[in-house]
């Protein structure tokens, strides 16, 4: 390694302050290291001015917390995967089952919806020839309540 000119402190003095003496601006007509030095200097100063950093960390105690609760809402979401699962499946079930029993009895069920209009409401002879066997309310009132009772699961579980 090379020592460095024995000006270069006294340059680089003169370069952050901008004060030169004759002495000097005469060395760095020579010495190409001061002429280096003198060029640097001024950039090096208003950069070590700078604030350490535009945006501060912060406090590591925080960022601990904050990294246990995310731990803990990872932890909650993996215990929590099988019964999404099951959750899931009880959705396609009842959805099933209601197309299952629309689809097993759609003429019925038009039949008893076209029902519902004033002339067939006075006239309770039409309203007998699309009745709607008795099973079918019971599949009706139950998937009904398998619908109300996951709703109010998939309601409640949010909270």
């Avoid at 003095?13 to 290291?33: F, G, I, M, P």
């Avoid at 009745?131 to 009772?149: I, N, P, R």
Wanted: glycine share 6%.
């Amino acid at each position: 390694m090379t020592e460095g000119c024995r000006y270069e402190p006294e340059v680089r003095r003169a370069a952050e302050e901008d004060r030169w003496t004759d002495s000097l601006r005469r060395h760095l007509t020579e010495c190409d290291d001061c002429i280096a030095t003198a060029s640097v200097a001024p950039g090096l100063r208003s950069f070590a001015r700078i604030s350490d950093r535009e945006h501060i960390l912060p406090d590591p105690s925080v960022v601990w917390l904050k990294a246990k609760l995310l731990q803990g809402t990872v932890d909650v979401g993996r215990a929590s995967r099988p019964l999404d699962f099951v959750q899931m499946l009880a959705y396609l079930v009842v959805a099933g089952g209601w197309a299952g029993l629309l689809t097993w009895r759609w003429n019925a069920v038009e039949a008893w919806m076209r029902s519902f209009t004033p002339a067939a409401l006075v006239n309770t002879a039409a309203t007998r020839a699309g009745s709607l066997s008795m099973s079918f309310f019971a599949m009706v009132f139950v998937l009904a309540s398998m619908t109300v009772m996951l709703a109010l699961h998939t309601i409640l579980a949010e909270e």
